[in-house]
């Protein structure tokens, strides 16, 4: 009998809770066998393409291979949840929580209120990284000159 192959989890939203994990084809992480990203990838450059395919379930390899992580680009990753939550959401709704429909657009509410209460803070944050890209663009530039 065929074992059943490995699903790859998801990677969340930095607010999001762990135990809320779901695999890259949408299954509750906690119910099904997975791995982390990063052991997919590493089996994946270890045993080549179509090895990893005999153990890994090929809709949650190709998503992966597909989608950033937040760290990647977290527009990207935002665009994700958009694309999950609203064109997909119906179609998985029996097999995920009842808030995942709406869970996205909550949060967002959320770091509207929070931005709106703590504007000055906000602000001081863009300041911020936008200083530290500057710096490291002149850094950059400094090092193809040299």
């Known amino acids: 009998m065929k074992e059943p192959v490995d699903h790859i989890i998801r990677p969340r939203l930095p607010w999001r809770p762990e135990s809320a994990a779901i695999t ?5 992480a906690s ?3 997975s791995v982390m990203r990063d052991e997919f990838f ?3 450059k270890e045993y080549g393409e179509q090895r990893s395919a005999l153990l890994t379930c090929m809709t949650c390899m190709s998503t992966a291979k597909r989608w950033p992580t937040w760290q990647d680009d977290p527009r990207l990753a ?3 949840e958009v694309e999950w939550e609203g064109a997909h959401w119906s179609s998985f709704m029996r097999e995920t929580s009842e808030r995942r429909g ?6 967002l ?5 929070l931005i709106a209460a703590h504007p000055d803070e906000f602000r ?3 300041a911020s990284i936008d200083a530290r ?4 663009d002149r850094k950059a530039k400094n090092e193809r000159s040299q």
């Open 24 to 28: 890259e084809c949408g299954y509750d």
């Open 31 to 33: 119910k099904v066998k």
């Open 42 to 44: 590493k089996r994946l």
């Open 78 to 80: 935002i665009s994700r």
């Open 102 to 107: 709406h869970l996205l657009r909550d949060e």
């Open 109 to 113: 509410f959320a770091v509207e209120s």
């Open 124 to 126: 001081d944050l863009l």
């Open 133 to 136: 890209r500057q710096w490291l």
